[in-house]
T-cell receptor, first 114, second 115 residues
Framework: DGGITQSPKYLFRKEGQNVTLSCEQNLNHDAMYWYRQDPGQGLRLIYYSQIVNDFQKGDIAEGYSVSREKKESFPLTVTSAQKNPTAFYLC?????????????FGPGTRLTVL | AQKITQTQPGMFVQEKEAVTLDCTYDTSDQSYGLFWYKQPSSGEMIFLIYQGSYDEQNATEGRYSLNFQKARKSANLVISASQLGDSAMYFCAMIMARGFQKLVFGTGTRLLVSP
C-alpha cells in the first residue's frame, strides 16, 4: 500500500541530545514537509522540500535541520538548539507544489524531552 | 498575512444529526484553496474536502460539504448524519496560489458525537 511512514511513534530524549525523526513515502511525491503541532494548536511548518537535494525553511525552522538525499526520504533532526522540542511532529507529502494538491500525512511522532 | 480562524474550540452533536464547524479566513489574494482535515486521537491528519476560490459550487464529499461564502470569507464544514466515528479534531487550512504553497492551519475544533 502507498503511504507515508514515520518512525518511531514515540520518542524520548534527554535535554541536550540531538534526535532524528524518520519520514519515508512511497507515493512518488516530489514535495515533502515537516510540521510541528503543540496542544490546542494547529500545525506549523518547520521545513519543506520541493525536489531532491533542495529544501527551504518554514515558519519555525530554528533548532531543526533536514536533508533530502532521496525522493522517498525526508528526515528531520531536532537539535539541542531547539528550546522547546516536546511536541507532535507530522510529515507530509504532495505530488507537486504548482497546483492545489492535497498533502498526505504520516501517522506522526510524539517527541518528549525528559 | 494569511490567517485561518476557528472560533469553536469544542462542539457536541448527537448521532445522526448534522453539525456545522465554522472557519473564517483572511487573505488579500484572489486565488487560494481551502481544505478541511480530520485528526482522530491517533494523530494522523485525514483529508476531507477541498474548495478552490474560483469554484462556483460548494464542494461535497459523501457526508461532508463545504459551505463556501467568498464575500464573507468563510468556509464552514457541514457533516450530515453524524456518526460516533466522527469524534475528532477538525482543522481548516488555506493554501495560496502565489509562491510556495504552504498550508496555513487554524487551531481546530474538537467534535464529540454522542449516542
Amino acid at each position: 500500500d502507498g503511504g507515508i511512514t514515520q518512525s518511531p511513534k514515540y520518542l524520548f530524549r534527554k535535554e541536550g541530545q540531538n534526535v532524528t525523526l524518520s519520514c519515508e513515502q512511497n507515493l512518488n511525491h516530489d514535495a515533502m514537509y515537516w510540521y510541528r503541532q503543540d496542544p490546542g494548536q494547529g500545525l506549523r511548518l518547520i521545513y519543506y522540500s520541493q525536489i531532491v537535494n533542495d529544501f527551504q525553511k518554514g515558519d519555525i525552522a530554528e533548532g531543526y535541520s533536514v536533508s533530502r538525499e532521496k525522493k522517498e526520504s525526508f528526515p528531520l533532526t531536532v537539535t539541542s538548539a531547539q528550546k522547546n522540542p516536546t511536541a507532535f511532529y507530522l510529515c507530509a507529502s504532495s505530488i507537486r507544489t504548482s497546483e492545489y494538491n492535497e498533502q498526505f500525512f504520516g501517522p506522526g511522532t510524539r517527541l518528549t524531552v525528559l | 498575512a494569511q490567517k485561518i480562524t476557528q472560533t469553536q474550540p469544542g462542539m457536541f452533536v448527537q448521532e445522526k444529526e448534522a453539525v456545522t464547524l465554522d472557519c473564517t479566513y483572511d487573505t488579500s489574494d484572489q486565488s487560494y484553496g481551502l481544505f478541511w482535515y480530520k485528526q482522530p486521537s491517533s494523530g494522523e491528519m485525514i483529508f476531507l474536502i477541498y474548495q478552490g476560490s474560483y469554484d462556483e459550487q460548494n464542494a461535497t464529499e459523501g457526508r461532508y460539504s463545504l459551505n463556501f461564502q467568498k464575500a464573507r470569507k468563510s468556509a464552514n464544514l457541514v457533516i450530515s448524519a453524524s456518526q460516533l466515528g466522527d469524534s475528532a479534531m477538525y482543522f481548516c487550512a488555506m493554501i495560496m496560489a502565489r509562491g510556495f504553497q504552504k498550508l496555513v492551519f487554524g487551531t481546530g475544533t474538537r467534535l464529540l458525537v454522542s449516542p
